[in-house]
């Protein structure tokens, strides 16, 4: 079976960061978690770095656990996570994408953070980068890619406004590897 199709989702700032230092992203809009529901409900799964799921399931409106999906992938390397179906809990970006694979999806939803983008994109693993550009700049805060030395050369597929002023950004990833 061929891997999946793995595309990552991502809000930002006009200047790249995904959320403050003390990991709130009250500058994002609302916008961006209709359009996370959205693609959840096309590909019925989702991909999550073990710190995202631990601050995003703290908020009362944005949490993981109201999000409709069939499978809900936490990587983190901590075998004592304690999460139960349609949680799985894997300790590897490959090990994801294996545990999509089996379970039948060809298609992937990878939600952030900076460290988990960063590893899947430096093995290769990402086939699509689709970003929501917010009208505002902060001036502190958590990169889309955390700090590490890494190019990931991009074909630009697509660019939609909305009329609140988010650009999406629709990108292929030229470094995808199918090994
Ligand atoms: N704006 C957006 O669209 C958006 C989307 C998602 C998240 N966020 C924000 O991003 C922030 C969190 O990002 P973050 O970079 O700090 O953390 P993260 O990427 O969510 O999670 C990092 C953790 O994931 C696990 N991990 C990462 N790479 C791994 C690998 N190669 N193998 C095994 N485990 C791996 C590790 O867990 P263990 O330490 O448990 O081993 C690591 O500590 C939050 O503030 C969240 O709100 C923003």
């Known amino acids: 079976m061929t891997s999946p ?26 916008d961006n978690w209709l359009t996370f529901c959205n693609l959840v409900s096309q ?3 989702f991909i999550a770095g073990r710190k995202s799921y631990e601050i995003v399931n703290q908020w ?15 990587v983190s390397q901590k075998k004592t996570l304690n999460l139960t179906a349609p949680y799985r809990l894997v300790g590897s970006p490959r090990e994801a994408i294996k545990v ?4 039948g999806f060809g298609e992937g939803l ?3 953070g900076s460290e ?4 899947f994109l430096r093995e290769g693993l990402v086939d699509e980068i689709r970003i929501n550009v917010e009208p505002v700049m ?8 955390s700090a590490c030395n890494l190019d990931v050369p991009l074909q630009l597929e697509e660019v939609i406004k909305n009329d609140r002023g988010i650009v999406t950004l629709r990108y292929r990833c030229l470094n995808r590897s199918r090994q």
């Open 138 to 145: 902060i001036a502190n805060g958590l990169p889309f890619l």
């Open 100 to 103: 999509l694979s089996d379970a």
């Open 43 to 45: 590909k019925r799964n």
């Open 116 to 119: 988990l983008n960063t590893a």
């Open 5 to 30: 199709y793995i595309t990552i989702f991502m809000a930002m700032s006009l200047n790249g960061l995904i959320a403050r230092e003390d990991g709130r992203e009250d500058f994002l809009s609302h």
């Open 60 to 74: 009362p409106e944005y949490n993981f656990n109201t999000v409709d999906a069939d499978l809900k992938i936490v």
């Open 110 to 112: 990878l939600v952030g």
